[in-house]
């Protein structure tokens, strides 16, 4: 499981960062989606590095070469995106660095698996749903996809994802209320990573 997640504030992004390490997670996705957003970012892995060793921390909502570079510069140690641009490939490829783009269709993934992606971002997924991903593996089962949008952690939800064949899901909102985010509930955070992992590990 991937947490996907933005804020203004470096400090409330690295109280996040490290309430989803507690709880487990290894993997973090930081959107590039507000005003000096890099920024933030920059403090983020530099936080990370000290207090989270573990962590692979990388941006998200990448949709051009330009701005792949500058957060790679930053160190990030991956890039996602919420659709496939073949430059953005071009240039993780060059400096090493996984590149999962989204993809709303059968050849799309095809062209990303192509440009050497080896992760594929089923975007969005509310909107395509689970059969798209079973429909998808079934004539390419060696096809990695991570499943944003939609997802949820209920061992209901996530059932569905992984039943469908998904390599792994990215999860926003719904693993960080804002309101617990406000009350800098990272606790409560914490244990949402907890179970959510637990049971993606029990499916």
């Keep these: 499981m991937v947490p996907v997640f933005y804020h203004a504030d470096a400090d409330v992004a690295c109280s996040v960062v490290k309430a989803c390490y507690d709880g487990g997670v290894r993997a973090f996705e930081f959107t590039n989606r507000g005003d000096f957003a890099h920024e ?4 983020v892995v530099k936080f990370a590095a000290r207090e989270c060793p573990e962590m692979a921390v990388g941006v998200g909502s990448i949709v051009e070469p330009a701005t792949a570079a500058l957060y790679m510069q930053l160190g990030a140690c991956f890039v996602v995106g919420p659709l496939f641009n073949p430059e953005v490939a071009r240039v993780c490829n060059r400096r090493g660095v996984p590149y999962t783009p989204g993809c709303g269709s059968v050849s799309e993934v095809g062209f990303a698996q192509e440009a050497g992606c ?17 429909g998808l593996l079934a004539p390419m089962p060696w096809s990695k996809i991570m499943v944003t949008g939609g997802v949820e952690p209920t061992a209901d939800n996530l059932k569905g994802w992984f039943g469908a064949g998904a390599y792994c899901v990215g ?3 719904k693993l960080f209320p804002k309101d617990r985010v406000a009350a800098a ?3 409560y955070i914490s244990e949402q990573c907890r179970s959510a992992l637990a049971a993606i590990a029990a499916l």
């Excluded at 080896?118 to 079973?134: E, I, N, S, T």
């Design 40 to 43: 933030v970012f920059a403090q």
């Design 118 to 134: 080896d992760l594929c971002k089923v975007f969005p997924g509310d909107v395509l749903g689970p059969k798209f991903v079973k």
């Design 171 to 173: 999860m926003g909102s």
């Design 185 to 187: 509930d990272w606790a």
